[in-house]
């Protein structure tokens, strides 16, 4: 069995069935997807192909997700939890995880469809990137430069990356004028505002405000 990018077959105390609950949620938002069940040969195949497998009781037999449907779920990481008679899957979904067409067999598929998933959830990743860097100041780290030019120089590149993101976006809106195409000047628009994104979080962490300041700011406007 191999691997997938580092990841190991965990030790698990399957049940008298040979079984084991799995739990998968979105590495996007930690949502919840689905819950099945794998025995030993799911969970190796899982870490063999990169693709999340189950066994199916219904039909006793290996199920790989999305085998017909093509609405795979990709692992990302696995783990089980204090027992180690259950486990944690973490997966990027291809389509809906659900039968229903739903991304979640949790939503009801009486309800009007979720807006799309944004993966707005990947900043805490960077977040924590950046505060890591704020705490130990590591030779060679861009981010660690930028803090060490203390305020002035971080919040120098905002007002440069928010010019980039006036001129990015002011160019796409021509090329929508003109009826050119716009793959270019999209792209464009979307890098210099990641930058943007970066570097304001880059100030924040120099005057030691967390995010979360920030949303519940956004959520009390929003309320």
């Given at each position: 069995m191999t691997a997938l990018r580092g990841l190991?077959?965990?030790?698990?105390?399957?049940?008298?069935?040979?079984?084991?609950?799995?739990?998968?949620?979105?590495?996007t938002?930690?949502?919840?997807?689905?819950?099945a069940w794998m025995d030993a040969e799911a969970l190796a195949a899982t870490l063999e192909t990169g693709d999340i497998h189950f066994h199916s009781r219904s039909r006793g037999r290996l199920w790989r997700k999305g085998e017909t449907s093509g609405n795979v779920l990709q692992l990302r990481a696995i783990a089980t939890d204090c027992d180690r008679d259950a486990?944690?899957?973490t997966a990027e979904p291809h389509g809906p995880t659900c039968h229903r067409g739903t991304r979640s067999c949790f939503d009801d598929d009486r309800a009007p469809p979720r807006a799309p998933n944004q993966q707005l959830a990947w900043l805490e990743e960077l977040w924590a990137t950046i505060a890591s860097r704020a705490a130990t100041r590591p030779s060679g780290s861009y981010t660690a430069a930028l803090l060490g030019g203390g305020v002035d120089g971080v919040a120098r590149k905002v007002t440069e990356e928010a010019t980039e993101v006036l001129i990015a976006a002011k160019d796409d809106a021509a090329a929508e004028a003109g009826g050119h195409d716009r793959e270019s000047t999209r792209a464009a628009l979307a890098s210099e505002t990641a930058d943007l994104v970066y570097h304001a979080l880059?100030?924040?962490a120099e005057r030691g405000i967390d995010p979360s300041q920030v949303i519940a700011v956004l959520r009390a406007r929003h309320a």
């Open positions: 190991e077959a965990p030790e698990v105390h399957y049940g008298p069935d040979g079984l084991v609950p799995a739990v998968v949620q979105d590495v938002d930690a949502r919840v997807l689905m819950v486990l944690l899957v880059v100030v924040l």
